[in-house]
């Protein structure tokens, strides 16, 4: 594949992530802080230390963010029950709430969106899904050290002048 290519297709996902992140700002949420929110609905209960290595954030942000959603009441710490000198983080009521209107707004946005493209466009969207699907997991397992030896690996090449 050659690096024109792999640029547009970063390019178009990176777009894609910010113009849909922009919805969390309509709850009152940070990008972040919505996606820890997401992470922890639905996952949690769930360590720190997991949370961090999901989220790929540095310890003091996560932190940070996991303050402040515990302080607007939209998660809690719960006791570890695996080992009881630490804590877990759960959503509340409140923030499944909350969580539940970014996800549909986004949900609403992308499907908005998709009734305005042609037929086309739409089955080959819905087409790549799985091949999306396979990317992101591949990219999150290069970015934390440990690429999947078992698929196949993109060779980027220089495009051509």
């Given at each position: 594949?050659?690096?024109?290519t792999?640029?547009?297709?970063r390019t178009?996902?990176?777009?894609?992530?910010?113009?849909?992140?922009?919805?969390?700002t309509?709850e009152g949420?940070?990008?972040?802080?919505a996606?820890?929110?997401g992470?922890?609905s639905?996952r949690g209960p769930?360590?720190l230390?997991?949370?961090n290595?999901?989220?790929?954030?540095n310890?003091?942000?996560?932190s940070?963010?996991v303050?402040?959603?515990?302080?607007?009441?939209l998660i809690?710490?719960?006791?570890?029950?695996?080992?009881?000198?630490?804590?877990?983080v759960?959503?509340?009521?409140?923030?499944?709430?909350?969580?539940?209107?970014?996800?549909d707004a986004r949900a609403?946005?992308i499907s908005?969106?998709?009734?305005?493209?042609?037929k086309?466009?739409?089955s080959?969207?819905i087409?790549?899904?799985?091949?999306?699907?396979?990317?992101?997991?591949q990219?999150?397992?290069t970015?934390?050290?440990?690429?999947?030896?078992?698929?196949p690996?993109?060779?980027?090449?220089s495009a051509?002048?």
């Amino acid at each position: 594949m050659d690096a024109k290519t792999v640029t547009r297709l970063r390019t178009v996902i990176g777009r894609l992530a910010r113009d849909l992140n922009a919805t969390a700002t309509n709850e009152g949420l940070t990008p972040t802080q919505a996606s820890v929110l997401g992470l922890v609905s639905g996952r949690g209960p769930i360590g720190l230390a997991e949370l961090n290595e999901l989220e790929g954030l540095n310890p003091t942000l996560l932190s940070r963010v996991v303050s402040k959603l515990e302080e607007l009441g939209l998660i809690e710490r719960v006791p570890d029950p695996a080992d009881l000198r630490t804590a877990n983080v759960a959503v509340t009521t409140a923030g499944q709430s909350v969580h539940e209107r970014i996800r549909d707004a986004r949900a609403d946005i992308i499907s908005d969106c998709m009734t305005r493209l042609p037929k086309r466009s739409v089955s080959s969207l819905i087409a790549a899904l799985p091949a999306l699907e396979e990317l992101s997991a591949q990219v999150r397992l290069t970015a934390a050290g440990k690429p999947n030896q078992t698929s196949p690996r993109l060779r980027v090449t220089s495009a051509a002048p």
